[in-house]
């Protein structure tokens, strides 16, 4: 890129690259949800036109309900941060299961930080986005939730590895939104424009070798403080594609795959529409030498006898019932194809409120299985770096410790059995399993029980805090377990002495057992 090149004209210059994948998004969001990538030169009053079918509009909300429960799962975290193997050695002294339940506790305040962030709505946009179009820009200010940006209002370039090497993005803001200075400066240079106008604003971002430089202009004019930089690990911009084209700089959506389809099911729905409402019109036909006058039958009521033949009055039919059935079963042909491609039949997940950690898991192995690796990309290109975003604010407003760099990284569960936190569950219980020939105290003896019962917690997704009881607590009850017992013995020995001698030397005996004496009840005179 030119560096004296302003941002409009470089925004124009990447236009025309981006003019193909625009033209086929807005094609295929005029036969699923008009509205998500409206026409160009639309506006606020702009009527969308309407589908005569409504498969595609219900095909994109189930695909994207579906990514996601899966990219966002209610029931736990959806990674994990895992401890590097070389490094475990050096965490003996403190145990595998206490470092586990401290990562296990920065999981679930980055879950907390994602709820409260409320990013579950506008990913459920850019997902419905994905899906149209292929392709979404999302950014994460400092202040505030989640943006998403539809392909009409950015262009990128990316290598020939797919990195975005240049993002440019153009917002209509009003001046008034503006900085007083630059405000002033945009009047002066054009005193036509209305105040209430809206103009361009333009952000650009641009790779410079380990870090990103973003800046915006207004009018070839730089923002003020506009200017910085990010590291590339905590880059709050994320360019997102569905299906990844190698030398392509857009991705591709889902719905373009299956265009021909949709086009095929829209013309027949329209015409098996159009067909019944004309099969429907009844329409009486007289004979015009007959003997029947057409104002007689038009104007007599229901029930009422006039003069007239029959053989004059006959009514018009279409007979087309026979084509109809036709185009009725190509209809049900075509949206069986397209509910096995959006995955609308044969899911695993129930109609509830609330689902389970292994629906879910199967539904990403169905989501993984069915769309040839689009969660792979999707949990690479945004669920990685949403994490490493969330991350990186708890520790600057210091809610969790910095996580040594190189030790723990943070890892995306996709749903894979070697990646899940059931599957990490699922062999504890085989282990257990296994140890079930030594017996109960052959198991005590061999296994720390604390370290286990902290895996088993991470595992299930349970905060142990306040859950299990403390080492003294433990002691405690132990103590009062072994007094009772000790108790139990004096009370035999003194039944086995008769009941007066007993009585007798019950306080002795349980002074020299270091028990104190019971109460005995007074007798009541």
């Known amino acids: 890129m030119i560096n004296n090149q302003s941002c409009a004209s470089r925004y124009s210059q990447l236009e025309n690259q981006r003019h193909i994948f625009l033209t086929r998004s807005r094609d295929c969001s005029e036969l699923t949800l008009p509205y998500l990538i409206p026409p160009e030169g639309h506006s606020a009053s ?37 401890v590097d193997d070389l490094e475990i050695p050096q965490l003996k002294q403190e145990g595998r299961g206490a470092v586990e339940e401290a990562l296990g506790a920065i999981e679930r305040a980055v879950m907390s930080e994602i709820e ?16 149209v179009s292929g392709n979404a820009l999302v950014h994460f200010p400092q202040e505030g939730g989640m943006r998403v940006f539809p392909l009409e209002r950015y262009v990128c370039q990316r290598d020939a590895m797919g990195n975005v090497l240049e993002i440019i993005v153009k917002e209509s803001v009003s001046p008034l939104m503006l900085p007083e200075e630059i405000r002033n400066q945009v009047q002066q240079e054009d005193t036509n424009d209305d105040s209430d106008k809206s103009i361009d604003l333009y952000t650009k971002i641009i790779r410079e070798a380990d870090q990103w430089v973003v800046s915006q202009e207004v009018k070839e004019i730089e923002v003020p403080n506009s200017s910085g930089t990010y590291k590339l690990d905590n880059f709050p911009w994320m360019v997102l594609r569905f299906d990844r084209i190698d030398g392509e700089s857009y991705g591709r959506g889902l719905v373009e795959q299956y265009l021909g389809d949709l086009r095929s099911l829209e013309g027949l729905s329209q015409a098996l529409v159009e067909g019944t409402a004309s099969s429907a019109k009844v329409l009486f036909l007289v004979r015009p030498n007959g003997t029947t006058k057409a104002r007689s039958l038009a104007n007599s009521p229901n029930g009422a006898i006039i003069q007239g033949d029959a053989n004059d009055v006959s009514v018009l039919q279409v007979n087309k019932a026979v084509d109809f059935r036709i185009a009725e079963s190509m209809i049900k042909t075509i949206s069986d194809r397209l509910a096995g491609a959006f995955l609308m039949s044969g899911t695993v997940q129930r109609d509830a409120e609330r689902v389970t950690a292994t629906e879910v898991r199967l539904l990403a192995n169905e989501i993984e299985s ?63 399993q296994m140890f079930q020939p030594l017996g109960a105290e052959g198991f005590l003896n061999q296994i720390n029980i604390d370290d286990f019962i902290d895996r088993v917690g991470v595992s299930l997704g349970i905060d142990p805090q306040g859950l299990l009881k403390s080492k003294e607590e433990q002691a405690q009850l132990q103590q009062q377990a072994q007094q009772q017992r000790q108790q139990q013995m004096v009370m035999e020995i003194a039944k086995t002495m008769g009941p007066e001698i007993g009585k ?14 019971q109460q005995q009840p007074q007798q009541q005179g």
């Open 46 to 82: 702009t009527i969308f036109p309407t589908p005569y079918q409504s498969v595609g509009a219900r095909a994109v909300n189930v695909l994207a309900s579906k990514l996601l429960l899966a990219l966002l799962p209610p029931s736990g975290p959806f990674f994990r941060l895992m």
């Open 116 to 131: 409260v962030t409320r990013v579950r709505v506008p990913t459920f946009e850019m997902l419905k986005h994905l899906i």
């Open 370 to 432: 069915g769309l040839g690796g689009i969660f792979s990309l999707l949990s690479q290109e945004f669920q990685l770096p949403l994490v490493r975003l969330m991350l990186k604010k708890l520790n600057d407003n210091d809610k969790v410790p910095p996580l040594p760099e190189g030790v723990v990284r943070p890892q995306i569960i996709t749903g894979l059995e070697a990646m899940s936190r059931s599957e990490d569950l699922k062999k504890l219980m085989q282990m257990i």
């Open 504 to 517: 007798q030397l019950l306080p002795q005996i349980m002074q020299m057992a270091g028990l104190q004496p």
